[in-house]
Antibody, heavy 121, light 110 residues
């Protein structure tokens, strides 16, 4: 069965960086894009960007341009999202989600369990 | 890119039908058939309920249906059940090659 398993909770200081992993299983890792979505406590979903695990190509929401990096290791079917220059506003649950390849950004059919990132002095 | 507009809350009694709207612009909802709907229970990851405006993934109840007219998409839930109580989010592809979510709607089953 398809699974996306994310790394554990992180606590970071303002100005630091965080790197969250998302390990895929149950399907061919390079056949689907991976997107990242975050959700602050009590708030809505916010799309951050996408990565094609086959080519490594990426696309980001303007808000995160220059501050987010999305990479992958195809040998271990794992995607990574690194966010730098953290502030308290980055405190949120971060999700990875699988998206079928195709034109545009379509639907997210499987989601990771979420990773809590807390930014605190 | 501004979030898509959803009502903050809707409610209905068991067995009734409700609809949740999702209003965007011609640059997102109105311009593409890439509207999806997600259900999220507290403390859980979102679950895909509708994709491509009106398609249901395997395993999703046929009580859930989606549609679109102009710049507004809608999710309809018929035969409301207690387990449908959750937050619902719409999303759409945009002309900037990005994705935008709605602000979310809290569904209460009375």
């Amino acid at each position: 069965q398809v699974q996306l398993v994310q790394s554990g909770a992180e606590v970071k200081k303002p100005g630091a960086s965080v790197k969250v992993s998302c390990k895929a299983s149950g399907y061919t890792f390079t056949s689907y894009d991976i997107n990242w979505v975050r959700q602050a406590t009590g708030q809505g979903l916010e799309w951050m960007g996408w990565m094609n695990p086959n080519s490594g190509n990426t696309g980001f929401a303007q808000k995160f341009q220059g501050r987010v990096t999305m990479t992958r290791s195809t040998s271990i079917s794992t995607a990574y999202m690194e966010l730098s220059s953290l502030t308290s506003e980055d405190t949120a649950v971060y999700y990875c989600a699988r998206e079928p390849l195709g034109i545009g950004i379509q639907e997210f059919d499987y989601w990771g369990q979420g990773t809590q990132v807390t930014v605190s002095p | 890119q501004s979030a898509l507009t959803q009502p903050a809350s809707v409610s209905g009694s068991p067995g009734q039908s409700i609809a949740i709207s999702c209003t965007g612009t011609s640059s997102d909802v109105g311009g593409y058939n890439y509207v999806s709907w997600y259900q999220q229970h507290p403390g859980k990851a979102p679950k895909l309920m509708i994709y491509g405006v009106s398609n249901r993934p395997s395993g999703v109840s046929n009580r859930f249906s989606g549609s679109k007219s102009g710049d507004t998409a809608s999710l309809t839930i018929s035969g409301l059940q207690a387990e449908d109580e959750a937050d619902y989010y719409c999303s759409s592809y945009t002309s900037s090659s990005t994705l935008v979510f709605g602000g979310g709607t809290k569904l209460t089953v009375l």
